[in-house]
């Protein structure tokens, strides 16, 4: 049932923040030389006035498909590795969270990467006249396996380790340090909220620490787009990127980021409190703290693959 509730928090937190991880790859792979849009609220209403509403939306396919096999991963990762470790404690969520971050990759860094094409096709064409290169997010899967075979595939897969590994344990971290702090009870009439406030504010905490290593997976995984390559490793990109934009390159898109952050973290957190709320009427609630049934709230509002 936590499972269940899991994805259901995850769905809700893809619909809600997709548009605005549409926005932050765009603005992080755009060209600096001939630049189409000038901030985050330009991206957004340049992408409705070409591509409609719906092209905030592309690439929606891949996360969705993906989020399944990566919250198994991650519930399976994280449970187990408490229990490994015995004892609840912050630096324990913090391992347990890296942990499951790191292996979740496995799922995570495809899903991304046929995210990013398809989030990529058709920048700045009105819809009339964009040509579709992919038709969805297996299409572009396909494709990709097609010309480059499996390391095409796995392409960022680097950087995606070292993202998402901090950036789990990050999470959790801050996460326990904020329902610790906040004394989430079950009694209490805010204890909703408090958790809605934790699970953002986590995710905030967590995209911080990792985002400009994430600025550099997406301009890897959005490279050949078009069949031109720029970047031959992630030494050579980070190095080019500075050279061209400066140290705000790893700036790029950080605004809508942590736009979507905190409602993306939200939905999540309410899909998942309602929903257990409402199966689990007739037990007696733990505190959200230590009791193992609340474990996919911890582990949904995590920062990348949701």
Known sequence: MDFLAGCLGGAAGVLVGHPFDTVKVRLQVQSVDKP???????????????????????????PMMGLTFINAIVFGVQGNTMR????????N???????????????????E??????QMQGTGEKKSSSRKVYKN????????????GVRGV???????????????GVYFLAYDLLTRSLGCEPEDPYMIPKLLFAGGMSGIASWLSTYPVDVIKSRLQADGVGGKYQYSSIMDCTRKSIQREGWRVFTRGL??????????????FATVTLFLLYVRSDEAPKDCETA???????????PSSL
């Open 84 to 91: 490994m470790l015995g004892e609840d404690t912050p630096l």
């Open 36 to 62: 189409l849009y000038r901030g985050t609220y330009h991206c957004f209403q340049s992408i409705i006035r070409q591509e409609s509403m719906f092209g905030l939306y592309k690439g929606i396919g891949s």
């Open 255 to 268: 605004t809508s980021t942590l736009l979507r952050a905190f409602p993306v973290n939200a939905a999540t």
């Open 292 to 302: 193992p049934h609340h474990a996919p709230l911890q582990q949904q509002a995590q």
């Open 137 to 148: 997010s297996l299409d572009c899967l396909a494709r990709i396996y097609q010309r480059e």
């Open 93 to 111: 969520q913090f391992l347990a969270g890296a942990a499951a971050g790191a292996i979740q990759c496995v799922i995570c860094c495809p899903m």
């Open 154 to 168: 796995n392409r960022g897969m680097v950087t995606t380790l070292i993202r998402e590994t901090p950036g789990f």
């Open 113 to 118: 990467l046929a995210k990013t094409r398809m």
